[in-house]
């Protein structure tokens, strides 16, 4: 296999982490992964499941000496994780992160890189709703994008390396601005996890009402939203804590139209509603066009990435 | 196999209707079918594909004889269908329907039902994104709820026929009032359907500023969203003004939840998010135990019922 890094360090074992580690062990991209997470529980864990081939007992000395030192954290602490292994990495090492948030973390993260050392932000869009170091799978980079966000004048070399790292893990890699980047997801990610949780919370309110039912029944859209909402608390408080501006102006955005659905159903304008409904079924189809879902029926039994 | 009615009419031969068809084939649950559909073209395609024993041409001609006449047509309609085939039902019979709102259902069907003729209004709770009578399989029924909506007093005979129909064709059958069904609906799918809907409409408007970047990442949330903006226009424009009072109810909630979280990322309050979320995660647990979904993951690129 084609190894692009001698030695890559994870910082955090989750979900994407722990996917990193099984799909760089299944291309032979790296030749030794450290690994390192705040909780002792999960150290334990990932030592027992032989998650990473080291794991180590601080970020400092799981960096120390790494070619590429991936920062796998919620958004929130990404800054200080990045003070912690500051003064131990290796001139010419490139570090990265995973984020769903890309300006923040860039601003947290950059003061405690030195010099000499590459930063390459990066984004992968895939995920499932289980999170925690056993969730992780080979396959869940597999045709899916992942976006890197390098500042401009990165080093050409770094930006290679990583991309062939991401590349090489079976995912499709494009660039993307940071702000750009914050204001898409906004739309494709944050708004409509903010939109899920909401829904199912309200109807944990009314399951006093209608008793386990809601549950019992649960039709899709509901179940889909359900699914939506089970991701990670601490990621995606962070994620909207952190992209602020954008996600409340996608929300506010969503408010208006959604107001105007509402009034159309009050008034029974039965044709605007008919029309809307009409466009956005076309938006499916582009999806399903550019690769990204399939539409074959599986009986709504199928799963989420996130 | 065991057959439950010598002759079953399908009026309306969409998604519900084909997958019916192609179920009571599998469990030998009717001598004959015969079906109906307004569209010439939809009952040349029908014929075509060999869909029920007979086509006929009008509602009438299907109805005419059946021992159970199952109405698969939007709520809109279905009150104008029940008054043509009213004059030839005949007697002892049993009239059905699958809208996914009951109390407007039997208002606008059971004035034409004669004197001597058994209305029980049913729900499947199945479906996909696709429609028209090349969209049904025999499995669409599989371990999926019908709910059963009989008047009070309704001919247990008749009742306990449609059952054994139901659970013939895979369903797991219970039975409900009409006005808690609308209740139950309206926050496990069409406010969700709403929802979803208006969250598409907001990315096709922002499309014009990140050209086709928000189908090109279209990451779960807003790809579940848009599986589910999919679903017929038609259908769900008949949802929202027949089940009107519940669906606002569940979106006025919807609006004041969703106002109470935007406030927290506009004020930055953490710990609130967290908790909703981390609630919310629960509910999810519910309704994998509950059956109605399964965790494994599949990368996002399953489907769903509606």
Chains 1, 2 share one sequence.
């Not at 601080?58 to 958004?75: F, W, Y």
Request: contains cysteine; aromatic residues 6%.
């Amino acid at each position: 296999m084609n190894q692009v890094y001698d030695r890559v360090a994870l910082i955090g074992l989750g979900l994407i982490a722990s996917s990193m580690f099984w799909a760089i062990k299944r291309a032979g991209l790296a030749g030794e992964v450290t690994g390192y997470a705040r909780s002792p529980e999960t150290r334990d864990t990932a030592r027992r499941i032989g998650l990473c081939d080291r794991i180590c007992d601080s970020a400092a000395e799981a960096a120390e000496g790494a070619d590429l030192v991936v920062l796998c954290v919620p958004v929130g602490a990404m800054g200080k994780v990045a003070q912690e292994i500051g003064p131990v990495l290796k001139p010419g090492a490139t570090v990265s992160d995973v984020g769903s948030v890309k300006r923040h973390v860039i601003e947290s993260v950059s003061p405690h890189i030195p010099e000499g050392v590459h930063f390459v932000p990066a984004h992968p869009l895939a995920g499932t709703e289980h999170s925690g170091p056993e969730s992780g799978f080979a396959e869940l980079y597999d045709n899916r994008w992942c976006l890197l966000v390098p500042a401009e004048g990165s080093d050409p070399q770094a930006v290679a390396n990583l991309r062939a790292l991401w590349e090489g893990m079976g995912a499709n890699v494009e660039e993307m601005d940071a702000d750009h980047h914050d204001l898409v997801l906004a739309v494709t990610s944050h708004a409509p996890h903010l939109i899920a949780y909401t829904m199912v919370g309200v109807a944990d309110d009314l399951r006093r009402v209608t008793d386990s039912e809601v549950i019992k029944y649960s039709a899709a859209g509901f179940r889909d939203f359900t699914r939506i909402a089970a991701s990670d608390p601490t990621m995606w408080r962070d994620v909207f804590l952190t992209n602020k501006d954008a996600t409340l102006e996608i929300l506010g955005r969503f408010t208006e139209e959604l107001f105007a659905l509402q009034r159309a159903i009050r008034t029974g304008d039965g044709e605007q509603l008919f029309d809307y409904f009409t466009r956005t079924r076309a938006i499916r189809r582009g999806i399903i066009e550019a690769g990204q879902d399939t539409d074959a029926p599986d009986f709504g039994r199928g799963k989420t990435a996130q």
